[in-house]
């Protein structure tokens, strides 16, 4: 396998996707290819990084003005309903 | 009589009762998604204004299409799929266009044969563990997935944070799998060259023995 081989399953290896086969050779190129070992390293702690990142709170206030629209339209479509709160 | 509208309640159920007219049932999905459809907004526009609209406009076009909502994917996925849509829009008219299509033809730099090779290769100076609780580590990603366009980004978003399959990610974007892929490598490794080129140890930085790519 080559760097550029390596370079097109990498999606796969790290999604864990990849043919077991085809992973034997990846891990067999990466033993003796420093840089793609560090390149995967690298490319997990990015995803790793994003998902476990600070998540953007909404703001309260936005919140409830949203919720006051949405039951307004839903007295439009629904008029009939009584459990509307 | 138990109350259906639990956390355990999967959201078929609850789509079944909003569809019947239950506001409540409606209310508890909104609340469920809420947070994720700003979130997702958030990193798209970074403008709380424009994924504040986002959002209300999400919710409200799934209260108009709920009908037609006939649970061919997750509901999570179609909501997510509107709220995409939604970015895109603003985006596409802050830079003076029209179109809001996803489907739009390949285009070539997303085949394989162009995958940027990484050119920064070094170990991190810290762990993500760490990183994560650095203020300014979130403006860093933050810009980060600026310099992606949007098209990666979504990609992006979608699989990495927001957890979607390929396949979902696929059917929320209106793409093909094997487009899906190339743009989440095109990502990922785009990501990661910007992340390396702050975070990575200069003192450790490899080079190719055989760089010689045209
Ligand atoms: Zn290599």
């Known amino acids: ?85 | 009589m138990t109350n259906p509208l639990n956390p355990e309640t999967p959201d078929g159920e609850l789509v079944r009762l909003a569809k019947a007219g239950e506001l409540d049932a409606f209310e508890a999905l909104t609340s469920r998604y809420e947070q994720r459809v700003f979130g997702l907004a958030m990193r798209m526009l970074r403008q709380e204004q424009d994924a504040e609209d986002v959002t209300q406009q999400t919710f409200l076009s799934v209260l108009e299409n709920l009908e037609g909502f006939r649970g061919e994917a997750n509901f999570s996925t179609w909501v997510l799929r509107i709220a995409s849509h939604a970015a895109l829009k603003i985006i596409r008219k802050r830079k003076g266009l029209n179109t809001v299509s996803l489907e739009e033809a390949t285009e070539p730099s997303d085949d394989l044969n162009s995958i940027p090779h990484p050119e920064f290769i070094a170990d991190w100076r810290q762990s993500p563990e760490h990183l994560v609780e650095r203020n300014e580590v979130r403006r860093l990603l933050d810009d980060a997935l600026t310099r992606l366009d949007e098209k990666h980004r979504l990609v992006f978003l979608l699989r990495d944070v927001e957890g979607l399959s390929i396949q979902e990610t696929a059917a929320a974007l209106e793409l093909s799998e094997g487009n899906v892929k190339v743009r989440l490598l095109r990502a990922r490794l785009q990501l990661r060259e910007d992340l390396t080129r702050v975070l990575g140890d200069p003192a450790r930085q490899l080079v190719r023995s055989h760089h010689h790519h045209e």
Request: glycine share 4%.
């Open chain 1, 1 to 85: 396998m080559k760097c550029e081989e390596l370079l097109a399953m990498l999606n796969e290896y790290v999604d864990g996707t990849v043919d077991p086969a085809v992973c034997v050779e990846f891990e067999k190129h990466m033993a003796g290819c420093n840089p793609c070992q560090v390149v995967v390293d690298n490319i997990r702690q990015t995803i790793t990084l994003y998902k476990d990142g600070q998540p953007y709170a909404m703001p309260i206030q936005f919140r409830e003005k949203m919720h006051d629209t949405l039951r307004k339209k839903w007295k439009e479509k629904f008029p009939g309903s009584e459990n509307a709160l």
